[in-house]
């Protein structure tokens, strides 16, 4: 099933979804759009309709009307409703080709790596052709520069896998809590299974996005088409392009981190620090990650319609500062591009993202340590239906079970 084209466009400016390196799906390129087929040699003298001289005799030519000889005697009179319009078509394309190439420099401005070239045996093979899955890493480090395609200085805090169904017109968020306890291959290339159980986060950690890549792919059976981590430290420069994010605080709290700001139950207008510093927060809450994880998916969900809002698209500059903080925020695999995500997705809102957590039996102590177990009969039913494009379906038959999309 192909994406349906935006509105205005049509099939032929508009192509399906193609397949990118390696079997993975690539977002749908806009290509074509605009482009006036030149005319053949000997075909230039095509009538482009009343008003416009072309040769002699025709309309508009010597001998037509308004020149010299015209029986009637009398001169046309300039259509300015066309010219009007030949001007705003030529102020579009200009202006488009700008905007264009302006968001192609940021394109190309994005960290680059390529998590997949390790993963070879075991892989799940791509069954649905328009739909894809991209893992949200959620990482911070003291060192801004460190690489996270490989063991470092980075830890994960928010591990995510949406799924955006074939229509593209919805997405499903998948929120795997960091405490997961999972088997972690000893490598990215080792088979599934291979490796000790840890907590699902340790595989940034080891083995950056890579390894970290192939756990999730070994845990869900969920094959994985692209990668963007997300350095949280940089969202605040992206929260504060937008001028800050209204966000639900459920509890009153003090922080844990200097300078131990005071967050009171209600709405709150937050700038990027205090809204990063709400996300981290989890010690004060009897749910402890989970809340946190509920509180990274508010936020994600603000941002979202905070940068879709009107006052940011009709902001020029608000706009070229948000844009230029998420380009500095993230790190994406050699083959998304972001100028067509932008396209493809423009429509997307907050009402569109459906947020589930990985289903799970909560918080247990195994060999001394603090984890969290899976649902395995649940989980394996949901990855399955992400795996088969019927997403909508599960969290249907999720919600009339009683269960809910929320797991814990």
Same mark, same amino acid.
């Given at each position: 099933?192909?994406?349906?084209?935006?509105?205005?466009?049509?099939?032929?400016?508009?192509?399906?979804?193609?397949?990118?390196?390696?079997?993975?799906?690539?977002?749908?390129?806009?290509?074509?759009?605009?482009?006036?087929?030149?005319?053949?040699?000997?075909?230039?003298?095509?009538?482009?309709?009343?008003?416009?001289?072309?040769?002699?005799?025709?309309?508009?030519?010597?001998?037509?009307?308004?020149?010299?000889?015209?029986?009637?005697?009398?001169?046309?009179?300039?259509?300015?409703?066309?010219?009007?319009?030949?001007?705003?078509?030529?102020?579009?394309?200009?202006?488009?080709?700008?905007?264009?190439?302006?968001?192609?420099?940021?394109?190309?401005?994005?960290?680059?790596?390529?998590?997949?070239?390790?993963?070879?045996?075991?892989?799940?093979?791509?069954?649905?052709?328009?739909?894809?899955?991209?893992?949200?890493?959620?990482?911070?480090?003291?060192?801004?520069?460190?690489?996270?395609?490989?063991?470092?200085?980075?830890?994960?805090?928010?591990?995510?896998?949406?799924?955006?169904?074939?229509?593209?017109?919805?997405?499903?968020?998948?929120?795997?809590?960091?405490?997961?306890?999972?088997?972690?291959?000893?490598?990215?290339?080792?088979?599934?299974?291979?490796?000790?159980?840890?907590?699902?986060?340790?595989?940034?950690?080891?083995?950056?996005?890579?390894?970290?890549?192939?756990?999730?792919?070994?845990?869900?059976?969920?094959?994985?088409?692209?990668?963007?981590?997300?350095?949280?430290?940089?969202?605040?420069?992206?929260?504060?392009?937008?001028?800050?994010?209204?966000?639900?605080?459920?509890?009153?709290?003090?922080?844990?981190?200097?300078?131990?700001?005071?967050?009171?139950?209600?709405?709150?207008?937050?700038?990027?620090?205090?809204?990063?510093?709400?996300?981290?927060?989890?010690?004060?809450?009897? +749910?402890?990650?989970?809340?946190?994880?509920?509180?990274? +998916?508010?936020?994600?969900?603000?941002?979202?319609?905070?940068?879709?809002?009107?006052?940011?698209?009709?902001?020029?500059?608000?706009?070229?500062?948000?844009?230029?903080?998420?380009?500095?925020?993230?790190?994406?695999?050699?083959?998304?591009?972001?100028?067509?995500?932008?396209?493809?997705?423009?429509?997307?809102?907050?009402?569109?993202?459906?947020?589930?957590?990985?289903?799970?039996?909560?918080?247990?102590?195994?060999?001394?340590?603090?984890?969290?177990?899976?649902?395995?009969?649940?989980?394996?039913?949901?990855? +399955?239906?992400?795996?088969?494009?019927?997403?909508? +379906?599960?969290?249907?038959?999720?919600?009339?079970?009683?269960?809910?999309?929320?797991?814990?």
């Amino acid at each position: 099933m192909s994406a349906n084209p935006p509105a205005g466009w049509s099939g032929d400016d508009y192509p399906p979804p193609s397949r990118g390196v390696a079997g993975r799906s690539t977002v749908p390129v806009a290509a074509g759009r605009g482009r006036i087929p030149r005319p053949a040699s000997g075909d230039r003298d095509v009538d482009p309709g009343p008003g416009y001289g072309h040769g002699r005799g025709g309309p508009g030519g010597p001998g037509g009307p308004g020149w010299p000889g015209d029986p009637a005697g009398r001169r046309r009179r300039p259509r300015w409703g066309r010219i009007a319009l030949v001007a705003v078509l030529v102020l579009a394309l200009v202006t488009g080709l700008g905007v264009w190439l302006y968001a192609r420099n940021l394109d190309s401005d994005v960290k680059r790596v390529d998590p997949f070239s390790a993963i070879t045996a075991g892989r799940p093979a791509k069954t649905v052709s328009g739909a894809f899955n991209i893992l949200l890493v959620g990482s911070d480090s003291r060192d801004p520069d460190a690489p996270v395609d490989g063991a470092g200085k980075w830890r994960s805090d928010t591990i995510i896998l949406m799924h955006v169904p074939a229509s593209h017109d919805k997405a499903y968020l998948v929120s795997i809590p960091r405490d997961l306890y999972v088997p972690i291959p000893q490598n990215a290339s080792a088979d599934c299974g291979t490796g000790q159980r840890e907590k699902i986060n340790a595989a940034f950690a080891f083995g950056g996005l890579p390894l970290a890549v192939r756990t999730v792919e070994c845990v869900t059976d969920v094959r994985i088409d692209h990668v963007m981590a997300i350095d949280f430290a940089g969202f605040k420069e992206v929260t504060d392009a937008l001028g800050g994010v209204d966000l639900k605080v459920d509890q009153s709290i003090t922080s844990i981190h200097k300078p131990y700001r005071k967050f009171t139950k209600g709405m709150m207008h937050m700038d990027g620090a205090t809204a990063l510093d709400w996300v981290r927060q989890r010690k004060q809450f009897a +749910q402890g990650d989970f809340a946190r994880v509920r509180h990274q +998916q508010e936020f994600l969900r603000a941002l979202m319609d905070k940068a879709a809002s009107t006052g940011t698209l009709a902001n020029p500059a608000k706009l070229t500062a948000f844009l230029n903080s998420v380009t500095k925020a993230v790190t994406v695999d050699k083959d998304l591009s972001l100028v067509d995500m932008g396209v493809q997705f423009r429509n997307l809102r907050g009402n569109n993202l459906t947020f589930i957590t990985s289903p799970n039996l909560g918080g247990q102590t195994i060999n001394g340590e603090s984890v969290v177990v899976s649902d395995k009969p649940r989980a394996l039913a949901m990855y +399955q239906a992400m795996a088969a494009d019927r997403m909508e +379906q599960w969290v249907s038959a999720d919600k009339q079970s009683g269960t809910g999309t929320n797991g814990g």
